[in-house]
Protein backbone atom coordinates (compact mmCIF):
# COMPACT_ATOMS: atom_id res chain seq x y z
CA UNK A 1 0.00 0.00 0.00
CA UNK A 2 1.52 3.22 -1.01
CA UNK A 3 2.72 5.41 2.13
CA UNK A 4 1.32 8.28 0.58
CA UNK A 5 -1.96 6.78 0.38
CA UNK A 6 -2.00 4.87 3.87
CA UNK A 7 -0.14 8.13 5.74
CA UNK A 8 -0.48 11.77 5.05
CA UNK A 9 1.13 14.33 6.61
CA UNK A 10 -1.78 17.14 6.73
CA UNK A 11 -2.54 20.50 8.46
CA UNK A 12 -0.11 21.70 11.13
CA UNK A 13 -1.30 23.40 14.30
CA UNK A 14 0.72 25.55 16.19
CA UNK A 15 0.36 25.58 19.84
CA UNK A 16 0.40 28.93 22.36
CA UNK A 17 1.66 31.19 19.72
CA UNK A 18 4.53 29.77 18.60
CA UNK A 19 5.88 30.15 15.74
CA UNK A 20 6.90 26.48 13.72
CA UNK A 21 8.93 25.64 10.83
CA UNK A 22 7.54 24.33 7.50
CA UNK A 23 8.36 20.85 7.46
CA UNK A 24 9.03 19.17 3.92
CA UNK A 25 8.33 15.95 2.20
CA UNK A 26 10.46 12.94 1.23
CA UNK A 27 9.50 11.14 -1.95
CA UNK A 28 6.96 8.60 0.00
CA UNK A 29 5.16 11.82 1.10
CA UNK A 30 6.42 10.99 4.89
CA UNK A 31 7.85 14.09 6.51
CA UNK A 32 11.19 14.92 6.74
CA UNK A 33 13.10 15.92 9.43
CA UNK A 34 16.35 17.62 11.14
CA UNK A 35 19.33 15.88 11.94
CA UNK A 36 19.05 14.04 15.32
CA UNK A 37 15.23 13.77 15.32
CA UNK A 38 13.64 10.22 16.37
CA UNK A 39 10.84 8.47 15.19
CA UNK A 40 8.95 5.79 16.07
CA UNK A 41 5.95 3.44 15.20
CA UNK A 42 3.03 3.64 17.60
CA UNK A 43 -0.17 1.49 18.09
CA UNK A 44 -2.29 0.63 20.84
CA UNK A 45 -5.03 -1.37 22.22
CA UNK A 46 -5.14 -3.89 19.34
CA UNK A 47 -6.89 -6.01 21.91
CA UNK A 48 -5.98 -9.15 20.36
CA UNK A 49 -8.34 -11.91 21.77
CA UNK A 50 -10.89 -9.86 22.92
CA UNK A 51 -14.62 -10.86 21.19
CA UNK A 52 -12.53 -14.19 20.30
CA UNK A 53 -11.27 -11.66 17.44
CA UNK A 54 -7.73 -13.23 16.11
CA UNK A 55 -5.78 -9.37 15.42
CA UNK A 56 -2.71 -10.95 13.27
CA UNK A 57 -3.89 -9.94 10.29
CA UNK A 58 -4.76 -6.23 11.77
CA UNK A 59 -1.19 -6.26 13.45
CA UNK A 60 0.45 -6.77 9.86
CA UNK A 61 -0.73 -3.41 7.88
CA UNK A 62 1.68 -1.59 11.09
CA UNK A 63 4.33 -4.57 10.91
CA UNK A 64 4.74 -3.83 7.20
CA UNK A 65 4.61 -0.26 7.13
CA UNK A 66 7.13 0.10 10.19
CA UNK A 67 9.79 -2.12 7.84
CA UNK A 68 9.63 0.07 5.00
CA UNK A 69 9.39 3.01 7.02
CA UNK A 70 12.61 1.91 9.29
CA UNK A 71 11.97 4.01 12.60
CA UNK A 72 14.31 3.87 15.57
CA UNK A 73 11.63 1.50 17.26
CA UNK A 74 8.44 0.53 17.56
CA UNK A 75 6.05 0.70 21.03
CA UNK A 76 2.65 -0.35 21.41
CA UNK A 77 1.10 1.23 24.61
CA UNK A 78 -1.23 -1.45 26.11
CA UNK A 79 -3.88 -4.05 25.95
CA UNK A 80 -2.41 -5.50 23.17
CA UNK A 81 -2.91 -9.60 24.05
CA UNK A 82 -6.22 -10.10 25.57
CA UNK A 83 -6.68 -13.91 24.26
CA UNK A 84 -8.39 -16.31 26.63
CA UNK A 85 -5.95 -18.95 27.59
CA UNK A 86 -3.17 -16.50 28.04
CA UNK A 87 -0.30 -15.41 26.26
CA UNK A 88 0.38 -19.13 25.02
CA UNK A 89 -2.34 -18.88 22.89
CA UNK A 90 -0.55 -16.26 20.68
CA UNK A 91 2.30 -17.46 19.22
CA UNK A 92 1.51 -16.04 15.92
CA UNK A 93 0.63 -12.70 16.88
CA UNK A 94 3.82 -12.12 18.04
CA UNK A 95 5.56 -13.18 15.83
CA UNK A 96 4.19 -11.08 13.78
CA UNK A 97 4.85 -8.21 16.07
CA UNK A 98 8.87 -9.21 16.14
CA UNK A 99 9.39 -9.61 12.37
CA UNK A 100 10.02 -5.75 12.55
CA UNK A 101 13.64 -6.27 13.06
CA UNK A 102 14.67 -3.10 14.97
CA UNK A 103 13.76 -2.48 19.11
CA UNK A 104 10.17 -3.73 20.04
CA UNK A 105 8.90 -1.96 23.21
CA UNK A 106 6.03 -2.62 25.09
CA UNK A 107 3.54 -0.84 27.94
CA UNK A 108 1.53 -2.78 29.80
CA UNK A 109 -2.30 -2.72 29.27
CA UNK A 110 -5.04 -3.56 32.38
CA UNK A 111 -6.71 -6.49 29.53
CA UNK A 112 -2.81 -8.01 28.59
CA UNK A 113 -3.25 -8.80 32.25
CA UNK A 114 -6.75 -10.79 32.30
CA UNK A 115 -5.59 -14.24 31.83
CA UNK A 116 -1.93 -14.14 32.48
CA UNK A 117 0.72 -12.33 35.22
CA UNK A 118 2.96 -9.63 34.71
CA UNK A 119 5.90 -11.92 34.99
CA UNK A 120 4.56 -14.34 32.44
CA UNK A 121 4.23 -10.73 29.75
CA UNK A 122 8.11 -9.52 30.14
CA UNK A 123 9.23 -13.41 29.51
CA UNK A 124 7.22 -13.65 26.19
CA UNK A 125 7.72 -9.55 25.28
CA UNK A 126 10.94 -9.71 25.63
CA UNK A 127 11.19 -6.44 28.22
CA UNK A 128 13.73 -5.98 30.65
CA UNK A 129 10.69 -5.00 33.56
CA UNK A 130 7.15 -3.92 34.42
CA UNK A 131 8.47 -0.41 34.00
CA UNK A 132 11.59 1.02 32.76
CA UNK A 133 13.50 3.32 30.65
CA UNK A 134 15.27 3.69 27.38
CA UNK A 135 17.37 6.69 25.69
CA UNK A 136 17.28 6.90 21.73
CA UNK A 137 19.34 9.88 20.38
CA UNK A 138 18.39 12.94 22.03
CA UNK A 139 15.35 11.87 24.04
CA UNK A 140 14.72 9.95 27.17
CA UNK A 141 12.01 7.41 27.15
CA UNK A 142 9.96 5.91 30.40
CA UNK A 143 7.49 3.33 30.34
CA UNK A 144 4.98 2.89 33.19
CA UNK A 145 2.98 0.18 34.47
CA UNK A 146 -0.49 1.80 36.12
CA UNK A 147 -2.22 -1.92 36.88
CA UNK A 148 -2.57 -2.20 40.20
CA UNK A 149 -5.53 -2.17 42.55
CA UNK A 150 -6.15 -0.86 46.15
CA UNK A 151 -7.81 -4.12 47.49
CA UNK A 152 -10.89 -3.76 50.76
CA UNK A 153 -7.78 -3.45 52.62
CA UNK A 154 -6.12 -0.72 51.15
CA UNK A 155 -2.81 -2.83 50.40
CA UNK A 156 -1.89 -2.04 46.36
CA UNK A 157 -1.82 -5.64 44.60
CA UNK A 158 -0.56 -6.08 41.52
CA UNK A 159 -3.27 -7.01 38.94
CA UNK A 160 -2.91 -11.12 37.55
CA UNK A 161 -5.17 -13.28 36.02
CA UNK A 162 -8.16 -10.69 36.43
CA UNK A 163 -7.73 -10.39 39.70
CA UNK A 164 -8.93 -6.38 39.14
CA UNK A 165 -12.10 -7.23 37.80
CA UNK A 166 -14.00 -7.33 41.33
CA UNK A 167 -12.94 -3.91 42.17
CA UNK A 168 -13.87 -2.15 38.98
CA UNK A 169 -16.87 -4.33 38.60
CA UNK A 170 -18.09 -3.37 42.12
CA UNK A 171 -19.10 0.19 41.37
CA UNK A 172 -19.95 2.40 43.83
CA UNK A 173 -18.32 6.19 44.31
CA UNK A 174 -14.47 5.86 44.24
CA UNK A 175 -14.67 2.51 42.85
CA UNK A 176 -12.62 3.84 39.40
CA UNK A 177 -9.85 5.42 42.00
CA UNK A 178 -9.50 1.92 43.05
CA UNK A 179 -8.12 0.37 39.92
CA UNK A 180 -5.05 1.72 37.32
CA UNK A 181 -3.12 2.52 40.21
CA UNK A 182 0.63 3.26 40.25
CA UNK A 183 2.30 1.80 43.02
CA UNK A 184 4.79 3.61 45.63
CA UNK A 185 7.94 2.14 44.11
CA UNK A 186 7.55 2.71 40.90
CA UNK A 187 6.88 6.19 42.25
CA UNK A 188 10.15 6.61 43.25
CA UNK A 189 11.79 4.99 40.76
CA UNK A 190 10.35 7.24 38.35
CA UNK A 191 11.59 10.20 40.19
CA UNK A 192 14.74 9.12 40.34
CA UNK A 193 14.68 7.76 36.25
CA UNK A 194 13.96 11.34 35.60
CA UNK A 195 16.34 13.36 38.08
CA UNK A 196 19.12 10.69 36.31
CA UNK A 197 18.79 12.58 32.85
CA UNK A 198 19.72 15.95 31.12
CA UNK A 199 17.45 14.59 27.68
CA UNK A 200 14.19 15.32 27.02
CA UNK A 201 11.72 13.12 27.82
CA UNK A 202 8.33 11.08 26.44
CA UNK A 203 6.66 8.86 29.47
CA UNK A 204 4.52 6.53 28.13
CA UNK A 205 1.39 4.08 30.14
CA UNK A 206 -1.60 2.67 29.04
CA UNK A 207 -3.73 4.73 31.30
CA UNK A 208 -3.79 8.50 30.74
CA UNK A 209 -3.57 10.50 33.45
CA UNK A 210 -3.56 14.47 31.74
CA UNK A 211 -6.76 13.72 29.56
CA UNK A 212 -9.45 11.79 29.29
CA UNK A 213 -10.36 8.71 31.87
CA UNK A 214 -9.17 9.95 35.51
CA UNK A 215 -8.92 6.08 37.08
CA UNK A 216 -6.68 5.19 40.10
CA UNK A 217 -3.94 7.94 41.62
CA UNK A 218 -3.10 9.06 38.11
CA UNK A 219 -2.45 12.36 39.79
CA UNK A 220 0.50 11.27 41.26
CA UNK A 221 1.99 10.47 38.14
CA UNK A 222 1.13 14.49 37.33
CA UNK A 223 2.41 15.31 40.65
CA UNK A 224 5.70 13.66 39.93
CA UNK A 225 6.08 14.93 36.61
CA UNK A 226 5.29 18.48 37.49
CA UNK A 227 7.55 18.57 40.41
CA UNK A 228 10.44 17.69 38.24
CA UNK A 229 9.69 20.08 35.82
CA UNK A 230 9.63 22.58 38.73
CA UNK A 231 12.80 22.09 39.94
CA UNK A 232 14.57 21.99 36.22
CA UNK A 233 13.56 25.50 35.84
CA UNK A 234 11.75 23.80 32.51
CA UNK A 235 9.31 21.77 30.42
CA UNK A 236 11.73 18.61 30.49
CA UNK A 237 8.93 16.00 30.61
CA UNK A 238 7.43 17.20 27.55
CA UNK A 239 4.97 14.60 26.37
CA UNK A 240 2.95 11.66 27.83
CA UNK A 241 1.40 9.26 25.35
CA UNK A 242 -1.38 6.97 26.11
CA UNK A 243 -4.23 4.61 25.22
CA UNK A 244 -7.03 2.96 27.05
CA UNK A 245 -9.73 5.21 25.91
CA UNK A 246 -9.77 4.08 22.34
CA UNK A 247 -10.29 7.70 20.71
CA UNK A 248 -8.01 10.65 20.51
CA UNK A 249 -7.84 13.15 23.15
CA UNK A 250 -4.97 15.95 23.66
CA UNK A 251 -4.69 18.75 26.25
CA UNK A 252 -1.62 20.61 27.47
CA UNK A 253 -1.01 20.48 31.63
CA UNK A 254 1.90 22.77 32.77
CA UNK A 255 3.64 22.60 29.64
CA UNK A 256 3.27 18.81 29.01
CA UNK A 257 1.45 17.52 26.07
CA UNK A 258 -0.72 14.84 27.12
CA UNK A 259 -2.14 12.66 24.44
CA UNK A 260 -4.72 9.34 23.80
CA UNK A 261 -4.42 7.64 20.68
CA UNK A 262 -6.74 6.19 19.18
CA UNK A 263 -7.32 2.33 19.13
CA UNK A 264 -6.42 0.31 16.02
CA UNK A 265 -9.47 -2.02 16.46
CA UNK A 266 -12.35 -0.61 17.78
CA UNK A 267 -14.21 2.30 19.60
CA UNK A 268 -16.59 2.33 22.43
CA UNK A 269 -19.79 3.98 21.67
CA UNK A 270 -22.69 3.74 24.54
CA UNK A 271 -24.27 1.03 23.21
CA UNK A 272 -20.76 -1.57 23.50
CA UNK A 273 -17.66 -2.17 21.57
CA UNK A 274 -19.17 -2.45 18.37
CA UNK A 275 -17.26 -0.10 15.81
CA UNK A 276 -14.70 -2.57 14.70
CA UNK A 277 -12.83 -0.80 12.24
CA UNK A 278 -11.25 -2.25 8.92
CA UNK A 279 -8.53 -5.21 10.04
CA UNK A 280 -6.43 -4.21 6.66
CA UNK A 281 -6.44 -0.69 7.01
CA UNK A 282 -5.97 -0.18 11.01
CA UNK A 283 -4.94 3.18 13.07
CA UNK A 284 -1.58 3.41 13.76
CA UNK A 285 1.06 5.95 13.37
CA UNK A 286 4.54 7.71 13.39
CA UNK A 287 5.58 9.78 15.99
CA UNK A 288 8.85 12.08 15.02
CA UNK A 289 10.47 13.97 17.55
CA UNK A 290 12.45 16.70 16.24
CA UNK A 291 14.84 18.64 18.51
CA UNK A 292 16.38 21.00 16.42
CA UNK A 293 12.70 22.42 15.41
CA UNK A 294 11.44 21.68 19.09
CA UNK A 295 7.89 19.72 17.43
CA UNK A 296 6.51 16.71 17.81
CA UNK A 297 4.65 15.53 14.95
CA UNK A 298 2.15 12.57 14.34
CA UNK A 299 1.33 11.65 11.12
CA UNK A 300 -2.41 10.88 10.46
CA UNK A 301 -4.62 7.63 9.98
CA UNK A 302 -7.78 7.32 8.42
CA UNK A 303 -9.91 3.60 8.05
CA UNK A 304 -13.02 2.83 7.70
CA UNK A 305 -15.52 0.33 10.11
CA UNK A 306 -15.97 -3.15 9.08
CA UNK A 307 -19.95 -3.80 9.07
CA UNK A 308 -20.58 0.15 8.72
CA UNK A 309 -24.07 -0.50 7.96
CA UNK A 310 -24.86 -2.82 11.09
CA UNK A 311 -24.11 0.47 13.18
CA UNK A 312 -26.96 2.46 14.80
CA UNK A 313 -26.56 5.98 12.36
CA UNK A 314 -26.56 7.69 15.80
CA UNK A 315 -23.48 6.31 16.93
CA UNK A 316 -21.32 6.62 14.14
CA UNK A 317 -20.49 10.16 15.01
CA UNK A 318 -18.86 9.15 18.75
CA UNK A 319 -15.83 7.33 17.56
CA UNK A 320 -14.96 8.39 14.33
CA UNK A 321 -12.09 6.39 13.06
CA UNK A 322 -9.34 8.83 12.32
CA UNK A 323 -6.11 9.95 14.04
CA UNK A 324 -5.73 13.63 13.02
CA UNK A 325 -2.47 14.65 11.89
CA UNK A 326 -0.52 16.93 14.67
CA UNK A 327 2.21 19.58 14.95
CA UNK A 328 3.17 20.33 18.53
CA UNK A 329 5.93 22.62 19.72
CA UNK A 330 8.05 21.02 22.39
CA UNK A 331 9.40 23.06 25.63
Keep these: MPATNRRQFLAAIPLAGAGLAAVGQGQDGTPTSSVGAVTFGFITDVHHGTHGKDQVARLTPFIDAAIARRPDFILQCGDFCCAKGGISTARDFLAEWNRFPGARHHVIGNHDCDYQTKEELLEAWQIPHRHYSFDVGDFHFVVLDRNHFIDDEGTTVSYANGNWYPIHRKGGPGHLARVSCIDREQLAWLAKDLAATDKPIVIFQHQPSGVGSHEGNWDAVNFAIDSHNARRGRVQVVAVLAGHDHDEQHSIRHGVHHLTLTSSTFGMPPNGSTTYYESSNPPFTFI ?42 LG
Design 288 to 329: TLDPARKEMRIEESRTTYEEQEAMKPEHLWLTPPLLRARMLA
